[in-house]
């Protein structure tokens, strides 16, 4: 298995065994890019929480309107959002410290992750459980479209450097598992 | 219903206030001399942990004796997330039970502690589904039933603040399995545990804020307050457990490594084996 270039490997003659793993483990292409989508939507979903529920306090803690569905996926969301950060910060590390990060796939899971998340949230959360609205006594019809548009963007530049980081990589021999 | 029969405050009034309190302080007092004994005699044992035991145990005392400040509900979420997240989370953190079995020595006493932790009902409770189940089910219990309201009488208040404690430590302990117990459960099933009682946590916060466990009379703003309270203090407890776990599996990938003689790569030296 051929071995990307690295510093030398010195000699070690009187060793009893030789390891024979991949001392430098090549990138870890798609878990990076996991990794970093949960990272990215559970960021995201931090900025929702902080920007429009604590410091602009557009959205509201609780709609009367809600539903003990919504309430429960809510619930879901939000303890998945503070693990997820949790978890995909140290998994994050882990890749790091095993040289497995491949940064051109975990930009793209990152944009991935944000994306992600702001869509579901502008057409799962808003419109369909109707969890709470982006606010309230306005036409909440602009405020909708520039939600879900903006979500739009980041997939689509997730995707983008999805496909660059991709191609990259193309060239290069699979990794064995 | 007067204001008074809503908040029985301070807490422990009457009997059960200085009697859990003199417990609190024996705890905490063994604690630090059993950890005091280990260092004596040589072994290493982190003083964080003895920081650790006594925050928790002065959590205990503060929610149990002290007066809480706020309205009726907010004081009654604070103590709940104090009593029932914070010190258990503080005192599992200290490792009281690797501290016992290390400082104990081997007598009756020792194999008693060994006896029950290995029993079958024990192991059981130890399953982390389970202890989450018993830990938030039991809080939905105390809010969605007329028992929070039935919590006035002082001994039935007093069994509902024990049961919380003791639940609470119980789902700590699981989630975080710090301490030496014979059965394992992976670092998934114990973050997925912690996934849904937090999720489960949430929602009664949430559905607290519209409406009241049945029987009792709190004013909307106090309510709110408290709900949201429960909801955010809640989330900083989880975040602290999901830490612990996170670290754990952190190291324990150092030590993997180290244990197949492979040093993981540092600064673009290759390395072989273990020097």
Redesign the interface.
């Known amino acids: 298995m051929s071995r990307p270039a690295?510093?030398a490997?010195?000699a070690?003659p009187g060793?009893p065994r030789?390891?024979g793993?991949p001392?430098?483990p090549q990138p870890q292409t798609r878990r990076s890019l996991l990794v970093c989508a949960l990272i990215g939507a559970a960021a995201m979903a931090a900025v929702d929480e902080i920007v429009f529920h604590q410091i602009l306090s557009w959205h509201h803690?609780?709609d009367?309107s809600?539903t003990e569905v919504s309430?429960?996926s809510?619930?879901?969301l939000?303890?998945?959002e503070?693990?997820g950060l949790?978890?995909g910060?140290?998994l994050y590390?882990?890749l790091r410290?095993?040289?497995a990060l491949s940064t051109a796939h975990a930009w793209a899971g990152f944009f991935f992750g944000l994306g992600i998340f702001q869509l579901f949230d502008g057409i799962v959360d808003h419109k369909l459980l109707r969890l709470h609205q982006i606010r309230y006594g306005v036409d909440v019809t602009p405020y909708d479209l520039a939600w879900n548009a903006a979500g739009a963007v980041l997939l689509a530049t997730g995707s983008a450097l999805a496909v660059r980081a991709y191609r990259r990589t193309r060239g290069r021999p699979r990794r064995t598992p | 219903m007067t204001p008074a029969h809503v908040h029985p405050a301070p807490f422990g009034a009457g009997v059960v206030g200085p009697v859990v309190a003199v417990a609190v302080l024996l705890v905490a007092a063994a604690y630090l001399l059993a950890a005091a004994r280990l260092r004596h005699r040589g072994d290493r044992w982190p003083w964080p942990r003895d920081v650790s035991f006594t925050a928790g145990s002065a959590a205990v005392l503060w929610a149990v004796v002290g007066s809480l400040p706020g309205e009726p509900f907010t004081a009654h979420s604070a103590q709940h997330l104090t009593v029932a997240m914070a010190a258990p989370l503080l005192l599992v953190l200290a490792r009281p039970l690797t501290l016992a079995l290390r400082a104990l020595p081997p007598c009756r006493a020792r194999r008693a502690l060994l006896a029950v932790l290995h029993a079958r009902p024990a192991q059981w409770l130890m399953f982390p589904p389970l202890a989450a189940l018993l830990d938030v089910g039991g809080l939905w219990a105390l809010y969605r039933t007329p028992l929070f309201a039935a919590a006035d009488e002082p001994v039935v208040h007093a069994l509902v603040q024990a049961h919380t404690l003791a639940a609470g430590l119980l789902f700590t302990f699981a989630v975080c399995q710090l301490d030496p117990v014979r059965r394992r459960w992976g670092t998934a099933l114990r973050?997925a545990t912690?996934?849904a009682a937090?999720?489960?946590?949430?929602?009664l916060a949430?559905?607290l804020?519209?409406t009241p466990p049945p029987g009792t009379a709190f004013t909307t703003a106090d309510l709110?307050t408290g709900a949201?309270l429960m909801?955010y203090g809640g989330?900083l407890v989880?975040?602290g457990l999901?830490?612990t776990l996170?670290?754990r599996?952190?190291v324990a990938?150092n030590r993997l490594a180290a244990g197949?003689?492979?040093a993981?790569?540092r600064r673009?030296?290759?390395?072989?084996?273990k020097e």
């Open positions: 690295g510093p490997r010195p070690r060793k030789d390891l793993e001392l430098r803690f609780y009367r809600t309430l429960l809510d619930g879901l939000h303890t998945a503070l693990l949790v978890a910060f140290f590390a882990d410290r095993r040289r | 973050g912690l996934l937090g999720a489960a946590h949430a929602v949430k559905s804020y519209a709110r949201q909801y989330d989880e975040v999901a830490l996170a670290v599996w952190y990938g197949r003689g492979l993981l790569p673009g030296v290759v390395q072989t084996a």
